[in-house]
Every structure is written in C-alpha cells, then in structure tokens.
C-alpha cells in the first residue's frame, strides 16, 4: 500500500513537472511568435542614390515626420552625459519630463533626485516615468518618497498583475528627457553608478546618448505623453507641452517611437531599411545582438552585396551571460558570411547605434533584439547628417581599437555542449 502511494506521488510530481515543462514551451513559443515579424524591405532605394531621399522615405518606416532645422549634440560615456542634463533640468521654466528604464539608487540617482526636487520646488511640473521591471527593486523607496514630497509626480510603468501577465512582459525601455518641450535627450544612458566615468575600466560602462533641439523634439514629447497617458490616463495638451519650436540648426531628423507591436514595429522596420539600404559599410554598436533568422539574412545578404558589415557587442564584461550565448548561435552563420564581429575587451558596452554608408546615423535606446524590435517601447532619432556620422565612425574605429575579432577558427573550439546551450537559449531569445 506503501508503494502504491509513493508510485502515485511520483506519477503526480511527474504530471506537475510535465504541466510546467509544457506550459513554459509554450508561452516561449507564443512571445517568439510575437516578436518574429519582419517586413524583408527588398525595395528600398540604396543610400547612395542620396541620403535626403532616404529620409524622407523613412517616414514609411518610423511612422513620424522627417523634420530640418534640428540641432543634435553626440554625448559619449557619463562623463560627457550627465553634466548637460542636469543643467538642462535645472534650468527648466515649465516641465520636466523623464521616462527610463534605468533608475537605480545611487550617487548618479541622488543628482538627478536633487535636480528634480529642485525643479519641482520652485513650481516646473516634473513627471517621471520609472519602469517597474527594471528598477522596482533597485530605487530606495526613501528617494521616491523624496521626489513626491518635493512635488515631483512619479509612476511606475508595468507593475506585476497575476491576470495581465501579458502585458508585464511588454517593458518601457525609453530613455527620455524632454525640457520645456523644447530640448530632448536620448540614448542608451541609464540613471545608475555603472554609467558613471568614461569606459576607463569595468566599472564604467560605454554609452552613447544625444541632446536634441529643433522641431525634433515635438516627437520626443508625443513619446513621453504617449507613456504618461498608458500609466495614468491622462492626456498632456497644455500648450505649454508643445510650445512653438524654431530651427535650432541645420540638421535632418526623424524620430523612432516604437511601441510594442503584433506584427513589425517602427524599431523593427527602421533597422531593417537602414541594413537594405546600405550599400558601402554598415557600423553597428549593441549591447545585446540576437538578430531573428530574417536579420541574419539581412546583414548576411548586405556582405554578399559588397558592404562591409561590422559590429561591436560586449566581451568578458557581458552583464546578461545568457543573452551572450544566445547572440553567439548565429555567429557562425554571420561570420561565414564575412559579417565581422568584435567583443569589446575594456567594459560592458551599453551604447546601441547604427551608421550607414558613413551618412546616415541611429542612436536610441533599441537593441538589436526581438525585445526591443517587438516587446519593448523605444525611441531613438535617425539622422543623415554627414558631419555627425563622421564623429560616429570616428568614435566606432576608437571602439574597435579596444576590440578582439570574433574568427571562425575560434568559434569552431567551442564544444558540442556549448553550442547546444546556446542554441537553446536563442530559441528563448523573446524572453532574454
């Protein structure tokens, strides 16, 4: 009888494991299934017939106008970042708005604290928009408190509902700091000490943010109201919102605001115009590089075309191991191909952009990954300003002089073990 109840225990542990089992491939299969649309864009005009074009048709993609008369300033690491956003902050009139993914106690946390409060105290409207995944357990609720004490208003996005599991999973990865709706800072900078220094050593992560000014940033406002509204019903018209915004310089922009999406989004669908439309070189810069099989395709199909395919991602100071080696099932496929690949040796690199053909330049908060393109909101600018993409390449070519050569001799050392590892883990790759 004994034996009869130990046989049932088992055969009961066994169905509960085999329920979990079961239940976890398939919720791994639907949120790969959601993130696994691409537009294959074949019609795309190349860069070389002119950048001008290819911005405007861009507004196909991004879904947002392309706009001139914009000023943008290329910030690189912390050291360069924070000073002027912090000074924009504290020389706010109006409003103050700041949406992140990234805002974790700590020395940075407690500047931007004071700034705010500041602000908030002598009667700007700062509204902050904290993603709850990314921070909740990371931001003392004692420096909460402080902001909403001083008249800061503070939500979160994305608190955990058991009934809306779904949505949990979609994140708001934004990095967004809009002054008076008329100055704008995005990028890839999260509010955390790791950002702090200038990629001098492993405590200080690589980082490539932007400050915009122009009617640019009518775009980056509508972002930031697109969020508030999600988390707190509240639609921002005042007019104070969206001021009148004059040229502020000579530059061409166009905004990317995805959202998260059923099918390609605006992230999604921008990558794969820039990568169509290259037809020299192609300089890629990303914290977490999992490209679906339809951007394996494209990047291998941009070398077989004769561009020159090349990208940086972490090395030994990957902070998400496991995204590491789910990145690493499609280097043999990318570097067969002639794609070249390149781990950075100094830090953790965290900055995510793009240049094509030395002309047209991406800088944002989107990663290339199935969560940024499908499960995350982003936001990003992309402009074809000549004099910007040639501080870019000259920022990658430093980049790559801190960078190992990932070689196909080295990739074919790895064990049959590992490479089944990291197969499975790119088949979890939505969920990374």
């Known amino acids: 009888?004994?034996?009869?109840?130990?046989?049932?225990?088992l055969y009961a542990a066994a169905a509960i494991l085999g329920s979990v089992v079961l239940g976890f491939a398939f919720l791994t299969v639907a949120v790969n299934f959601a993130a696994r649309d691409l537009d294959r864009l074949e019609t795309v005009s190349p860069l070389s017939?002119?950048?001008?074009?290819?911005?405007?048709?861009?507004?196909?993609?991004?879904?947002?106008?392309?706009?001139?008369?914009?000023?943008?300033?290329?910030?690189?690491?912390?050291d360069e970042i924070f000073p002027p956003m912090l000074a924009a902050i504290e020389q706010s009139r109006s409003t103050v708005h700041f949406s992140g993914y990234v805002f974790w106690s700590g020395n940075l946390a407690e500047r931007f604290a004071d700034a705010f409060c500041g602000a908030a105290r002598r009667g700007v409207a700062v509204r902050l928009i904290v993603d709850s995944e990314g921070s909740s357990d990371k931001l003392a609720p004692e420096l909460i408190r402080r902001l909403r004490d001083?008249?800061?208003?503070?939500?979160?996005?994305?608190?955990?509902?058991?009934?809306?599991?779904?949505?949990?999973?979609?994140?708001?990865?934004?990095?967004?700091?809009?002054?008076?709706?008329?100055?704008?800072?995005?990028?890839?900078?999260g509010i955390g000490d790791e950002w702090l220094g200038n990629a001098e050593n492993s405590g200080c992560w690589r980082e490539t943010h932007v400050r915009v000014s122009g009617p640019a940033v009518r775009s980056l406002q509508a972002g930031f109201s697109e969020t508030w509204n999600l988390c707190t019903n509240e639609l921002l018209l005042c007019s104070q919102d969206y001021p009148v915004l004059a040229a502020a310089g000579d530059m061409t922009v166009t905004a990317v605001m995805s959202s998260p999406a059923e099918g390609s989004s605006s992230a999604q669908r921008v990558f794969a115009a820039c990568i169509a439309a290259s037809s020299r070189t192609l300089r890629v810069t990303t914290a977490?590089?999992?490209?679906?099989?339809?951007?394996?395709?494209?990047?291998?199909?941009?070398?077989?075309?004769?561009?020159?395919?090349?990208?940086?991602?972490?090395?030994?100071?990957?902070?998400?191991?496991?995204?590491k080696r789910a990145s690493r099932h499609t280097w043999r496929q990318l570097v067969s191909s002639g794609v070249e690949i390149y781990e950075h040796q100094i830090t953790m690199v965290h900055a995510k952009t793009l240049v094509v053909d030395a002309a047209v330049s991406l800088i944002g908060s989107i990663n290339f990954d199935p969560r940024s393109f499908s499960l995350n909101a982003e936001c990003g600018i992309v402009t074809s300003d000549l004099t910007l993409a040639g501080e870019m390449e000259r920022v990658f070519d430093a980049d790559l002089a801190q960078c190992a050569l990932v070689t196909r001799s080295k990739l074919a050392e790895l064990s049959l073990f590992t490479r089944a590892l990291d197969a499975l883990l790119y088949w979890l790759r939505a969920q990374l």
């Open 1 to 9: 009888m004994q034996g009869g109840g130990v046989t049932t225990a």
């Open 49 to 78: 017939e002119g950048a001008d074009s290819f911005m405007r048709t861009l507004h196909g993609a991004a879904g947002e106008d392309c706009t001139t008369g914009n000023d943008v300033r290329l910030y690189q690491n912390g």
């Open 150 to 189: 001083a008249g800061c208003e503070f939500v979160w996005f994305g608190r955990p509902q058991w009934f809306d599991l779904a949505r949990y999973d979609r994140r708001m990865h934004r990095r967004l700091l809009v002054i008076d709706g008329t100055i704008g800072f995005t990028g890839g900078a």
């Open 288 to 323: 977490y590089l999992v490209p679906t099989p339809a951007f394996v395709d494209a990047l291998c199909a941009a070398r077989a075309r004769g561009v020159a395919v090349k990208i940086i991602v972490p090395g030994p100071y990957h902070n998400k191991p496991l995204v």
